[in-house]
């Protein structure tokens, strides 16, 4: 048993590798481990390329979660401000109501 070809392609994420270059008809058994091999290659960035993935989204959701904690922080913030703000200034105003009540 033969097989015939003249270049042998593997697709091995993310580039193509060239395993063999050649003229002359191949004997199965020389073809075969060679498409083992390259079948190999193939799973193994295929996993490689899974776990980056995985590793890029738990990273993401980290940077995510950081970034809405701050956010929110900063809001709470604001919000307390504000509030602060306007019960000072209720009670400077009652206090100079009861001042000026008192000086009349």
């Known amino acids: 048993m033969t097989a015939s070809t003249r270049t042998l392609t593997v697709t091995v994420y993310p580039t193509p590798t060239i395993?063999?270059?050649?003229?002359?008809?191949?004997?199965?058994?020389?073809v075969a481990p060679l498409a083992a091999v390259a079948q190999t290659k193939m799973v193994k960035a295929k996993v490689k390329a899974k776990v980056k993935a995985k590793v890029k989204d738990?990273?993401?959701?980290?940077?995510?979660?950081k970034v809405k904690a701050k956010v929110k922080d900063k809001v709470k913030?604001?919000?307390?401000?504000k509030v602060k703000a306007k019960v000072k200034a209720k009670?400077?105003?009652?206090?100079?109501?009861?001042?000026?009540?008192?000086?009349?």
């Open 19 to 30: 395993l063999i270059t050649s003229n002359q008809k191949m004997a199965a058994e020389t």
């Open 91 to 104: 009670v400077k105003a009652k206090v100079k109501d009861k001042v000026k009540a008192k000086v009349k």
């Open 58 to 65: 738990k990273v993401k959701a980290k940077v995510k979660a």
């Open 77 to 81: 913030d604001k919000v307390k401000a």
